[in-house]
């Protein structure tokens, strides 16, 4: 930020790149949950790893995001490595280190037939990876069990679809996520994000002083040990504000009321297609 904008000043930057300005995301994003509320659409989270611990855990359920406690320290996905996790973050404070992990959001009741597979700037999943991504510290999106699919056969990857009459065209598995093609299938949308160690460090790594331009240690400021937790609430917010942007795309209407009579109509045609 400095070499691009051409500061003396490094604060100049890392004031602005904080965190603290995703509490303005997360407050838009409030306003986006009821919006989809009145859609049937819900949205949560939940830590799903914390450095080592939990890294080899399976992607949640929509069920076990329910229970997440919101009132526990790190909001763990599976409550039973809670303990651990926070021994962790203990042991990293007194060591003046800090810890990543990752988060599953998954957003329950979404419409069939949200984004596009027309134009690529369209595609839904490539909106959601961008809004994550922006999220800071958020190295890595992954949509469904993407990253198991890339290891395995087509066979054990993708979606077997069978229609019921009363719901339509429905899948038994969701490896997907619940997109395909850019455009939402009507299961859950399953997002998990993967997010670096915070850099500040107590214990500078290498740095340049930019006055002598020699070695010297990064200076430290104040910061937490992992804002794991905090990530993922910032993702639910940002989930939303891609989903509720992509219904009113899709649905339109100059009022909440109408607004909701063109998704109860929508729902009804995807309902019954293909007529006979």
Known sequence: GMQKYGF???RDVLERASARESAARVAAGAFAKMLLARLGVQIRSGVRSLGPIGADAPIPSWEELLSVDDA???????????????ALV???KKAGDTLGGSATVIAHGVPVGLGSHVQWHEKLDGRIAQALLS????KGVELGAAVAAAGGFGSAAHDAISYDPSFGFVRATNRAGGLEGGVTNGEDVVVTIYKKPIATLREGLPSVDL???EPHAA????????ALPAAAVIGESMLALVLADACLEKFGGDSMEELVAHFEASREQQRRWPKR
């Open 72 to 86: 526990s320290p790190l909001r763990a996905v599976d409550a039973a490595l809670e303990p651990e996790m926070v």
């Open 211 to 213: 006055d002598r331009l």
């Open 8 to 10: 003396t000043d490094a």
């Open 135 to 138: 999220v800071p510290a958020v």
């Open 90 to 92: 203990d042991q990293a």
């Open 219 to 226: 200076q430290y400021e104040r910061s937490d040990v992992t």
